[in-house]
C-alpha cells in the first residue's frame, strides 16, 4: 500500500498540485509571519493522506515554498539573515511534516508496519483500519498543529512579523502557473476518490467495504489510464520500489524475531523488571513509552526503529496489563512524535536542516520541547477522545 502510494504521490509534484495548493494557502493567510506558518503547517496536512513519503512532502514539495518565502523577505543564510523568518518558517516546515504522520496512517512508511506488529501482537483482534486510526489521531494531532507554530514563534521569533510580499509572491506565481491544467483536476480528482475509500465512506453508506490496498491500487491504475503519470514515472520512483522491497525484508524479520521467540523474551524481561519496581500497568507503560520514544535519537530510520523495537514494548506493555487498544494508540502516536527529536530522526530532516536556517543547537532543542508537548496532547486529550470514541 505505501509503495504504490508513493508512486501516487509523484502525482502532485509532477501536475504542480502540491505547489497550487501550498501558494494558495499562503496568497489567502499569509499576511502575517504566524500565517504564513500556519499556511506551512496546512499545505502539508492537506497533501498528508497521499504522500507516504514525508520526504517527498516536506522536503520536495513544502520546502521549496518555504525557501521561496525566506528568500523573498532577503533571509538568507549565506548572508546571516536567517533569523529575519527563515529559521522559524524552517522549523514549522519540519514539525508540521511530523504531526502529519501522527495523523494518517498513509502520511510516512513506519505507520503500516506498526499496524501490522499490532496485528500480530494481539493475534489479528485489534486491526488498526486508515478510518480507525484517522478518527483515533485527529483531534490531538489537530491540536498539536495548531500549537506548534505558536510555540516556535515564541521559541524562535522571527525578527519580521508583518508579511504583505508573501501573499503578494504567492499570487504570482499562481497566476504563472495559470489555470489548473487537466492533469491537476484528474489527480484533485483521485485524491478525492482516495480518501473517500479509505475513510470507508462506501461501507458507511452501502455496507461495501473497499480493501485499503485495493484502494491504493486503484488510484495508481486512474493515474497511469488517465495518463497523469506514465509507466517510466512509476519505474523511476525509486523510494517506492525500496519501501517495497525493505518492507517485505523487515516484515519478514520481525515475524522470526517472534517466531524465533526473541520478542516474547524480551517483552517478558522488561514485564518482570518493571513489576519487580512495583509500579502499576500506567507508570510501567508510561516508562516503555518514553523509552521507546527517545531510543530514537540513536536511529535514522523510523521504519528501522519499529521493526527492532516496537513488537517487544508493545509485547511488554500489554503483558503489565494495559488495555490492547489504548496501548496500541499510544505507541503509534509515540512512533509519529520520535521522528521530531533530530536533524537525522527521518528523510525529510536533512533536507530541511541541509538548507542552514537552523544550527543543529536550535533543531534539537525545539525537537525536544516539541515532543514533550505532543506527548502531553496524546496523553491527555488523545486519551479523553480515545475513551469517547469507545476504543478502551
Given at each position: 500500500?505505501?509503495?504504490?502510494?508513493?508512486?501516487?504521490?509523484?502525482?502532485?509534484?509532477?501536475?504542480?498540485?502540491?505547489?497550487?495548493?501550498?501558494?494558495?494557502?499562503?496568497?489567502?493567510?499569509?499576511?502575517?509571519?504566524?500565517?504564513?506558518?500556519?499556511?506551512?503547517?496546512?499545505?502539508?496536512?492537506?497533501?498528508?493522506?497521499?504522500?507516504?513519503?514525508?520526504?517527498?512532502?516536506?522536503?520536495?514539495?513544502?520546502?521549496?515554498?518555504?525557501?521561496?518565502?525566506?528568500?523573498?523577505?532577503?533571509?538568507?543564510?549565506?548572508?546571516?539573515?536567517?533569523?529575519?523568518?527563515?529559521?522559524?518558517?524552517?522549523?514549522?516546515?519540519?514539525?508540521?511534516?511530523?504531526?502529519?504522520?501522527?495523523?494518517?496512517?498513509?502520511?510516512?512508511?513506519?505507520?503500516?508496519?506498526?499496524?501490522?506488529?499490532?496485528?500480530?501482537?494481539?493475534?489479528?483482534?485489534?486491526?488498526?483500519?486508515?478510518?480507525?486510526?484517522?478518527?483515533?489521531?485527529?483531534?490531538?494531532?489537530?491540536?498539536?498543529?495548531?500549537?506548534?507554530?505558536?510555540?516556535?514563534?515564541?521559541?524562535?521569533?522571527?525578527?519580521?512579523?508583518?508579511?504583505?510580499?508573501?501573499?503578494?509572491?504567492?499570487?504570482?506565481?499562481?497566476?504563472?502557473?495559470?489555470?489548473?491544467?487537466?492533469?491537476?483536476?484528474?489527480?484533485?480528482?483521485?485524491?478525492?476518490?482516495?480518501?473517500?475509500?479509505?475513510?470507508?465512506?462506501?461501507?458507511?453508506?452501502?455496507?461495501?467495504?473497499?480493501?485499503?490496498?485495493?484502494?491504493?491500487?486503484?488510484?495508481?491504475?486512474?493515474?497511469?489510464?488517465?495518463?497523469?503519470?506514465?509507466?517510466?514515472?512509476?519505474?523511476?520512483?525509486?523510494?517506492?520500489?525500496?519501501?517495497?522491497?525493505?518492507?517485505?525484508?523487515?516484515?519478514?524479520?520481525?515475524?522470526?524475531?517472534?517466531?524465533?521467540?526473541?520478542?516474547?523474551?524480551?517483552?517478558?524481561?522488561?514485564?518482570?523488571?518493571?513489576?519487580?519496581?512495583?509500579?502499576?500497568?500506567?507508570?510501567?507503560?508510561?516508562?516503555?513509552?518514553?523509552?521507546?520514544?527517545?531510543?530514537?535519537y540513536v536511529f535514522a530510520s523510523g521504519t528501522a526503529h519499529v521493526t527492532a523495537m516496537f513488537g517487544a514494548f508493545y509485547g511488554a506493555g500489554l503483558a503489565l496489563g494495559a488495555p490492547p487498544m489504548l496501548f496500541a494508540l499510544i505507541m503509534a502516536s509515540a512512533t509519529g512524535i520520535m521522528m521530531s527529536l533530530t536533524h537525522y530522526s527521518t528523510g525529510s530532516a536533512p533536507v530541511i536542516y541541509g538548507s542552514n536556517y537552523v544550527t543543529m543547537t536550535e533543531w534539537w532543542k525545539a525537537g525536544f520541547i516539541m515532543s514533550v508537548l505532543e506527548i502531553l496532547i496524546f496523553c491527555t486529550v488523545g486519551i479523553l477522545w480515545w475513551?469517547?470514541?469507545?476504543?478502551?
Amino acid at each position: 500500500m505505501i509503495g504504490i502510494a508513493i508512486i501516487i504521490s509523484r502525482g502532485l509534484l509532477k501536475t504542480g498540485l502540491g505547489m497550487r495548493i501550498g501558494y494558495l494557502l499562503i496568497s489567502l493567510f499569509g499576511k502575517r509571519t504566524l500565517g504564513v506558518g500556519y499556511s506551512l503547517a496546512l499545505a502539508d496536512l492537506v497533501i498528508g493522506p497521499v504522500t507516504p513519503s514525508n520526504t517527498a512532502r516536506g522536503g520536495a514539495i513544502v520546502h521549496p515554498i518555504m525557501r521561496s518565502i525566506a528568500l523573498s523577505f532577503d533571509s538568507d543564510p549565506e548572508k546571516g539573515t536567517e533569523s529575519k523568518i527563515g529559521k522559524y518558517l524552517a522549523l514549522v516546515n519540519y514539525h508540521a511534516n511530523i504531526i502529519t504522520c501522527c495523523i494518517f496512517i498513509t502520511a510516512t512508511a513506519p505507520n503500516p508496519l506498526v499496524v501490522e506488529l499490532v496485528a500480530k501482537a494481539t493475534d489479528s483482534q485489534i486491526h488498526l483500519s486508515w478510518g480507525t486510526w484517522f478518527a483515533a489521531m485527529v483531534v490531538p494531532g489537530l491540536i498539536a498543529m495548531l500549537l506548534m507554530p505558536l510555540v516556535l514563534y515564541f521559541l524562535y521569533p522571527p525578527e519580521i512579523k508583518q508579511t504583505p510580499n508573501a501573499t503578494a509572491l504567492a499570487k504570482e506565481k499562481l497566476k504563472e502557473m495559470g489555470a489548473m491544467k487537466r492533469d491537476e483536476k484528474i489527480m484533485l480528482g483521485i485524491f478525492v476518490i482516495l480518501l473517500l475509500l479509505w475513510a470507508g465512506v462506501p461501507e458507511m453508506l452501502f455496507g461495501v467495504k473497499v480493501d485499503a490496498t485495493a484502494t491504493t491500487f486503484l488510484g495508481l491504475s486512474l493515474c497511469l489510464l488517465t495518463g497523469v503519470l506514465t509507466w517510466d514515472d512509476a519505474l523511476k520512483e525509486k523510494g517506492a520500489w525500496d519501501t517495497i522491497v525493505w518492507f517485505a525484508a523487515l516484515v519478514m524479520m520481525a515475524n522470526f524475531l517472534n517466531k524465533l521467540g526473541l520478542i516474547a523474551w524480551l517483552s517478558e524481561s522488561m514485564q518482570g523488571g518493571i513489576s519487580h519496581l512495583g509500579l502499576g500497568w500506567e507508570a510501567g507503560c508510561a516508562l516503555l513509552v518514553l523509552a521507546y520514544l527517545y531510543a530514537h535519537y540513536v536511529f535514522a530510520s523510523g521504519t528501522a526503529h519499529v521493526t527492532a523495537m516496537f513488537g517487544a514494548f508493545y509485547g511488554a506493555g500489554l503483558a503489565l496489563g494495559a488495555p490492547p487498544m489504548l496501548f496500541a494508540l499510544i505507541m503509534a502516536s509515540a512512533t509519529g512524535i520520535m521522528m521530531s527529536l533530530t536533524h537525522y530522526s527521518t528523510g525529510s530532516a536533512p533536507v530541511i536542516y541541509g538548507s542552514n536556517y537552523v544550527t543543529m543547537t536550535e533543531w534539537w532543542k525545539a525537537g525536544f520541547i516539541m515532543s514533550v508537548l505532543e506527548i502531553l496532547i496524546f496523553c491527555t486529550v488523545g486519551i479523553l477522545w480515545w475513551k469517547v470514541l469507545g476504543y478502551w
